[in-house]
T-cell receptor
């Protein structure tokens, strides 16, 4: 069965600093991978997705993610964090009919 | 194009009652999925509907049910509510339900069971 691990429960980063969120997946075939962001009291917003092709994927809000098959990873990065990036971030792998999510990483941005 | 909408946004019920949540997918999307989000269990798949048929179901008791209408709008029902049913219920829609289709989420319905 597919699964996703997000090793970091909580990350604190200074505004303007870089951010990297880790995601490891377990999936037998070529994975369909997603990153979603959730602000407090809101639903999930898609940041980016990987299906195939270029392993570096660009998303919205200045985010990017790199797919590394050898490491079963799909880490999310942002070069310079803004206070509005404070939220919870979920990595997910898609199978035939559903998404399997990681436990999420909460990002706190300090001034 | 309007996004996924869910009504109501907030609900408070008491144990033993039943509740119905509604989801309107993005126009043209035929697949609707429901997820439950709790602090303890995270995001868990409930079920998926496509063309008015339940195609897939997660590991939830029979108290959780749903349906989809001909216009793709979907409802989910929870009967005999328990305290543990308190959660954010998220609806997601996608075009056909294929593996590669992106799921777009609504804002959720926050259910509190007292």
């Amino acid at each position: 069965a597919q699964s996703v691990t997000q090793p970091d429960i909580h990350i604190t980063v200074s505004e303007g600093a870089s951010l990297e969120l880790r995601c490891n997946y377990s999936y037998g075939a070529t994975p369909y991978l997603f990153w979603y962001v959730q602000s407090p009291g809101q639903g999930l917003q898609l940041l980016l997705k990987y299906f195939s092709g270029d392993t570096l994927v660009q998303g919205i809000k200045g985010f990017e993610a790199e797919f590394k098959r050898s490491q079963s990873s799909f880490n999310l990065r942002k070069p310079s964090v803004h206070w509005s990036d404070a939220a919870e971030y979920f990595c997910a792998v898609g199978d035939d009919y559903k998404l399997s999510f990681g436990a999420g990483t909460t990002v706190t941005v300090r001034a | 194009k309007a996004g996924v909408t869910q009504t109501p946004r907030y609900l408070i019920k008491t144990r033993g009652q039943q509740v119905t949540l509604s989801c309107s997918p993005i126009s043209g999307h035929r697949s609707v999925s429901w997820y439950q989000q709790t602090p303890g269990q995270g995001l868990q798949f409930l079920f998926e509907y496509f063309s008015e048929t339940q195609r897939n179901k997660g590991n939830f008791p029979g108290r959780f049910s749903g349906r989809q209408f001909s216009n793709s709008r979907s409802e989910m029902n929870v009967s005999t509510l328990e305290l543990g049913d308190s959660a954010l219920y998220l609806c997601a829609s996608r075009i056909t339900g294929g593996q590669g289709d992106t799921q777009y989420f609504g804002p959720g319905t926050r259910l509190t069971v007292l």
